[in-house]
């Protein structure tokens, strides 16, 4: 079955950074688009970035020039680097992939808090 497990969240000050990871089984990774969404207290989950199973990368513009999406298809792993995080960052990030275009998976979140 398919499975995504987040890690790499922490507590980080203003304009620090950090890094996280999914690793992802049950499916041909390579082959499929992966994303990162993230979810604040009181806010709809939305999409941070995205990377295609060609490397093609999108991101969110609150995020374009502070995050790099990249993936590691020989290990079956997608990250996420976050730089230059701001309070406004602060959220449950998700790991997600869609399967057969109707089959959302996601991971069971990692909470990132930017404050000082």
């Known amino acids: 079955q398919v499975q995504l497990v987040e890690s790499g969240g922490g507590l980080v000050q203003p304009g620090g950074s950090l890094r996280l990871s999914c690793a992802a089984s049950g499916f041909t990774f390579s082959s499929y688009v992966m994303s990162w969404y993230r979810q604040a207290p009181g806010k709809e989950r939305e999409l941070v970035a995205r990377i295609t199973s060609s490397g093609r990368k999108n991101y969110a513009d609150s995020v374009k020039g502070r995050f790099i999406i990249s993936r590691l298809n020989a290990k079956n792993t997608v990250a996420l680097q976050m730089n230059s995080l701001e309070p406004e960052d602060t959220a449950v990030y998700y790991c997600?992939?869609?399967?057969?275009?109707?089959?959302?998976?996601w991971g069971q979140g990692t909470q990132v808090t930017v404050s000082s």
């Open positions: 997600n992939v869609l399967i057969a275009g109707t089959h959302d998976y």
